[in-house]
């Protein structure tokens, strides 16, 4: 299996008035391909930090740090502006990359037709629930291509149930388009249900506690077929409770400290 992250040894500290305060220590982290990594730790454990790295708007302090492919981001907010429509608000990241061609309007329009924005094309995000808006966020990411998709906390701020739905979206939407992708969430139930491996974070200066490959047995249906596993399905799977007690445990003893 080929490894499109990759983090070894690495240590980031920054430098502040109070001194040198060391955010990261020792992280070892592999992205596979095809797969989603949840990244899981207490808040201000250094989880944005990392993407961070990955993206290299900030550089590790030691270590090596290996990125085989483009970066795609996808944010807490959706960002949209809100006096362009839809489709100018996905043509966006291509215009600023002065990517926009005949080919490249035509792969807006696919996907504006494959994951059902095409009537939304001319509206403004105003007029769209949070849901659509984070879809068409995500559409925006994809426009420009990417092969790995960062994914900070994209979910936090929609209601428990959109949320629930949005990520049964967002997770077909990665899969489909085979995207690899890492997902910085607080939710345990998320990062189990949407990802393939989950890492515990310690808390800072962050290292890896605990790996976690999600294995679940999905419910097949009477004829026999496969399903595919959805983060809504996962969640009934009979192991999710056992993953979801492990990383609670592994979690609340930081909550506790
Ligand atoms: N540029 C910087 N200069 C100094 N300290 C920083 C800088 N960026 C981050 N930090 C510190 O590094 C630590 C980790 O921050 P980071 O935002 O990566 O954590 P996080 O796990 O993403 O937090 P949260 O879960 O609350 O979003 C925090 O203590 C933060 O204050």
Redesign the pocket.
Known sequence: MSNIIEFKNVYKS?Y?KEGE?A?IENLNLTLEKGKILGLL?P????????LNMVTNL?EPTSGDIKVNGKIGYMFQKDNLLDWRTIKDNIMIGLEIQNKIDNEALLKIDSLLKMYDLWEFKNRFPRELSGGMRQRVALIRTLATDPDILLLDEPFSALDYQTRLLVSDDIHRIIKQENKDAIL?T?DISEGIAMCDTVCVLSK?PATIKQTYNIKLTIDKEETHTEIKRTPMNSRNAPEFRTYFDLVWKELEVYAKQ
Request: charged letters at 10%; a positive charge.
């Open positions: 920054f502040t305060i955010v730790g808040s201000g454990s250094g989880k944005s930090t990392i900030t910085v607080h800072r």
